[in-house]
């Protein structure tokens, strides 16, 4: 069982900046996303990164915005937010695949427990 620990959630307002982080038990060689969920709405695909770096993939709200990152020394995945919008609102799960990354969450089988992010208005 690989364990995932997200932190650096909060409330910013609008146009406000936030880094997030994961941190990851094990060595494997994951690939790591981000995925975000607001109320009563399906958890949504945030950004992707292999597990060597070499290749990333955003959802088209963020791009530009967003940054995904990571650093295998200390087995932590980073999502630099920047720019951030009340649409941005939401919990935020760091996931990890064996395989390739994807942008489905049914693609993923370790999961964080989630940190809030709130964007005011």
């Known amino acids: 069982q690989v364990q995932l620990v997200e932190s650096g959630g909060g409330l910013v307002q609008t146009g406000g900046s936030l880094r997030l982080s994961c941190a990851a038990s094990?060595?494997?060689?994951?690939?790591m996303a981000w995925f975000r969920q607001a109320p009563g709405k399906e958890r949504d695909f945030v950004a992707t990164v292999n597990w060597n770096a070499g290749s990333t993939y955003y959802a088209d709200s963020v791009k530009g915005r967003f940054t995904i990152s990571r650093d295998n020394a200390k087995n932590t995945v980073y999502l630099q937010m920047n720019s951030l919008k009340p649409e941005d609102t939401a919990v935020y799960y760091c996931?990890?695949?064996?395989?390739?990354?994807?942008?489905?969450?049914?693609?993923?089988?370790?999961w964080g427990q989630g940190t809030q992010v709130t964007v005011s208005s």
């Open positions: 094990g060595r494997a060689r994951y690939s």
């Open positions: 996931a990890a695949s064996v395989g390739y990354g994807s942008i489905s969450n049914l693609d993923y089988r370790y």
